[in-house]
């Protein structure tokens, strides 16, 4: 959500919109972000967690989108402070020096931050969806959020079973 800018909920369906403009512009953000985050990864599986996410990120913009249509609205232009701030803690990892593997699992923890940003964004929006009676949009909400929660649990096995073990080596 933008902190300079005035906001003003009259009604559910204000908040609603509210909610999406912030996932849309965390989620073009992270468009951006995730192929820099694949390159800076070393490990080939993690790699892939991310590329395979960037799909998935386009496809829960475009999910957005059919939900703005869907209220008749096209997304303003409010700032996710937020994932501005989760992004540039991530660059901070992409540039980092060292070990591969400690900066792996540096660059899971980055990405897990995100995910659950996401997840609780993602969570709201469809309980207000359901809410409002927009059923179908709650149920385009559900299937992101199913998917970054599947993104988060596939970066903790990475994490568990090969990063952490090879970062202790
Ligand atoms: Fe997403
Ligand atoms: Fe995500």
Redo the contacts with the bound molecule.
């Keep these: 959500m933008g902190i300079f800018s005035t906001t003003e909920f009259n009604s559910m369906e204000d908040l609603l919109v509210n909610q999406l403009e912030d996932l849309y512009d965390a ?1 073009k953000r ?1 468009t951006d972000a995730l192929p820099k985050m694949a390159e800076a990864a070393s490990s080939g599986s993690l790699r892939n967690a991310f590329t395979t996410h960037l799909q ?2 386009r496809d ?1 913009i475009g999910r957005l989108d059919v939900a703005f249509r869907r209220l008749g609205r096209t997304p303003g232009h409010e700032t996710c402070q937020a994932m501005k701030g989760l992004i540039s803690e991530g660059e901070q990892v992409i540039h980092a020096k060292g070990d591969p593997s400690v900066k792996d699992a540096a660059l899971i923890a980055a990405a897990q931050r995100v995910e659950h940003y ?1 997840i609780s964004g993602y969570g709201s929006a469809r309980t207000f969806s359901q809410r409002l009676g927009y059923s179908d949009i709650a149920d385009l909400l559900q299937t ?1 959020l199913q ?2 929660s599947a993104t988060d649990k596939l970066l903790t096995q990475i994490a568990e079973q090969q990063v952490n073990v090879k970062a202790m080596a």
């Design positions: 989620e992270l998935q990120t829960h996401e992101t998917e970054e």
